[in-house]
């Protein structure tokens, strides 16, 4: 009687693995990300034990080049192996992170609070003089549609014989301020 041994599958360590800790993408990121290779930094954001091999599958997918991974869709950045839709949005993020630090800082505003995102906006929403008045002798009312900060505005109804006396209401509230949304 023979005995057969089979063979073992072979152990294949990561590329991480058989780095030293110091040239480890994370290390590496943390003590100097200046000095980073494109796949390190990938690597740093991606994680996993096969980090690396995934971040050189997403260049050779993208054929090196940041800015059409940059555009690239979420979905095609997760059709990489190894990388899952998470973090593909995280990839993005990071990219979209790197595109706001070539901006100066005093041109993005800050909107903590709906006061905020009114101030921004008030300029635009401020009634202007332009519109087109619509009449129904019969009932003896007007109809103008006006320009809300050059977008089309909701009508108003103004009521009053042959506009004498004119009273300008929102149509949804009845209130007399022509002012209001």
Not at 161 to 176: E, L, M, T
Request: aromatic share 2%.
């Amino acid at each position: 009687m023979q005995l057969q041994l089979k063979s073992l599958p072979t152990y294949t360590p990561t590329k991480l693995k058989t780095l030293p800790l110091r040239e480890q993408p994370a290390y590496r990121v943390a003590s100097n990300a200046l000095g980073c290779s494109l796949v390190e930094l990938l690597a740093a954001v991606v994680g996993g034990a096969q980090q690396i091999e995934v971040a050189e599958g997403l260049l050779a997918r993208f054929n090196g080049d940041v800015h059409r991974l940059y555009q690239a869709h979420v979905t095609e950045i997760a059709s990489v192996h190894g990388i899952g839709q998470q973090t593909a949005v995280r990839l993005k993020a990071a990219l979209a992170l790197g595109l706001r630090l070539q901006e100066p800082p005093g041109d993005r505003p800050v909107i903590n609070s709906p006061a905020d995102a009114a101030a921004l906006v008030q300029q635009e929403m401020l009634p202007s003089t332009t519109g087109v008045l619509e009449s129904d002798p019969a009932r003896h009312t007007q109809q103008t549609v006006g320009y809300l900060g050059g977008l089309p505005r909701q009508r108003e109804l103004i009521s009053g014989a042959h506009c004498g006396g004119v009273q300008a209401r929102h149509p949804a509230h009845g209130s007399g301020n022509p002012g209001l949304p």
